[in-house]
């Protein structure tokens, strides 16, 4: 019994000293919806449609300072940066929509201050115009896109008689006493988030933002320089079969979308580890860098087939369904950052489910992203059923 007794301790111990090790170390795919990198697969604006995304701390003691980077769907591009200011228990909200022939992100927020500590407000509402990508001379555009939320650190500071902190001294420790930060591993995983599309009508439905935990950052994030993900942090964009790099934790083998015969089902597919330059001329030809390691072979990597189901298991397997946008190779190619994908369901009769298979030869793929159904009565977000690659 002593014996067992000090098997089961040393055993224990082992588990306790193994659970300290992982979450001190490598990143992975939040459980919980909290973490310290949001990426939000969607953002769009144009003609009465608009996109409001919030930004939550949910630490009572850490005030948290984020960078927020808009990025276009085709390149990635990145068409705004900022930083926001979340105190304990905060929570930031701002709206991107189509005004006047542009497209704007609007925020009345006092998270949302410049390095002066002037603050957004009702009576001072900040209003940016985001960047056309690749100078305007693509058919990238900034209506259509995802967000990155960086947590660049997080920090204690003496609260007020009410319990909160005072934005202008977390914006003065940012700047001024930036060693006080606690960065890498040592930063708190508050963040969570969610964004919430708006239809003419109007129709509207929201998603919860992907939450990764222990990312890691290590730099003092500013605007002055672009930040791309696996830049100055712990985690690295990495490999897709390294163990804990960002490729790895949101790889997946396929998406799973249910189908109904009152529905019209639009996933959507977002790679945020592409990130992409803009075209330029080789020898006369057409050419696109890609950053990401898994992305780095070319546009071959996202081949994939799609597998339909009805409601009475019969099936049967497109190799080239309809997509949208148009795909610049084979039309069983995503070739974008953020891919619509308009599905061609060939049972008309009834409602069932197809599964998006990726190539077999590439373990899975580096995505993230939602499902827009469509009804008679209005429109929603469901989030995919998937597969992981196994190691």
């Known amino acids: 019994m002593v014996r067992l007794s000090k098997f089961v301790s040393l055993w224990l111990g082992l588990c306790l000293c193994l659970a300290l090790s992982m979450s001190a170390g490598a990143a992975t795919l939040s459980?919980?919806?909290?973490?310290?990198?949001?990426?939000?697969?969607?953002?769009?604006?144009?003609?009465?449609?608009?996109?409001?995304?919030?930004?939550?701390?949910?630490?009572?003691?850490?005030?948290?300072?984020?960078?927020?980077?808009?990025?276009?769907?085709?390149?990635?591009?990145?068409?705004?940066?900022?930083?926001?200011?979340?105190?304990?228990?905060?929570?930031?909200s701002a709206t991107i929509s189509y005004e006047d022939g542009k497209y704007v992100l609007t925020s009345t927020d006092d998270s949302f201050c410049a390095s002066d500590g002037t603050c957004a407000s009702e009576l001072n509402p900040f209003k940016f115009t985001l960047k056309e990508p690749c100078e305007g001379l693509t058919n990238d555009y900034a209506g259509l896109g995802y967000i990155e939320v960086i947590s660049a650190?997080?920090?204690?500071?003496?609260?007020?008689?009410?319990?909160?902190?005072?934005?202008?001294?977390?914006?003065?420790?940012?700047?001024?006493?930036?060693?006080?930060?606690?960065?890498?591993?040592?930063?708190?995983?508050?963040?969570?988030?969610?964004?919430?599309?708006?239809?003419?009508?109007?129709?509207?439905?929201?998603?919860?933002?992907?939450?990764?935990?222990?990312?890691?950052?290590?730099?003092?994030?500013?605007?002055?320089?672009?930040?791309?993900?696996?830049?100055?942090?712990?985690?690295?964009?990495?490999?897709?079969?390294?163990?804990?790099?960002?490729?790895?934790?949101?790889?997946?083998?396929?998406?799973?979308?249910?189908?109904?015969?009152?529905?019209?089902?639009?996933?959507?597919?977002?790679?945020?580890?592409?990130?992409?330059?803009?075209?330029?001329?080789?020898?006369?030809?057409?050419?696109?860098?890609?950053?990401?390691?898994?992305?780095?072979?070319?546009?071959?990597?996202?081949?994939?087939?799609i597998s339909y189901y009805d409601m009475s298991e019969h099936s049967t397997i497109e190799q080239n369904p309809i997509v949208s946008p148009v795909p610049k190779e084979a039309p069983n190619t995503l070739p974008d950052e953020l891919n619509l994908l308009i599905v061609d369901y060939p049972f008309t009769n009834s409602g069932g489910w197809f599964k998006i298979n990726f190539k077999k030869d590439v373990p899975g793929a580096p995505l993230v992203g939602v499902v827009a159904e469509f009804t008679e009565n209005g429109f929603s977000f469901i989030p995919y059923a998937y597969d992981v690659p196994q190691p």
């Open 153 to 305: 650190g997080s920090v204690d500071l003496p609260k007020e008689s009410d319990g909160t902190v005072n934005k202008s001294d977390i914006v003065k420790e940012y700047w001024n006493n930036w060693q006080n930060f606690k960065t890498g591993g040592d930063i708190v995983d508050s963040l969570t988030g969610y964004a919430e599309v708006v239809l003419p009508g109007p129709d509207y439905s929201g998603y919860q933002a992907v939450a990764i935990a222990n990312y890691g950052n290590n730099n003092q994030l500013t605007v002055s320089s672009e930040t791309k993900l696996g830049d100055g942090a712990i985690t690295a964009l990495g490999d897709i079969n390294q163990s804990g790099s960002l490729e790895n934790i949101l790889a997946k083998n396929n998406l799973v979308v249910p189908v109904s015969k009152e529905a019209v089902a639009i996933p959507v597919v977002t790679f945020p580890t592409k990130l992409s330059s803009c075209p330029y001329l080789v020898n006369g030809q057409s050419t696109v860098d890609n950053l990401g390691p898994f992305f780095a072979g070319g546009d071959d990597n996202t081949t994939y087939t």
């Open 31 to 92: 459980q919980n919806g909290k973490g310290d990198l949001l990426l939000y697969p969607v953002y769009i604006a144009g003609d009465g449609v608009k996109t409001t995304f919030h930004v939550v701390n949910t630490d009572t003691n850490s005030s948290v300072v984020a960078k927020v980077v808009l990025r276009s769907g085709k390149y990635s591009q990145e068409v705004l940066d900022f930083l926001i200011y979340l105190s304990p228990n905060d929570k930031f």
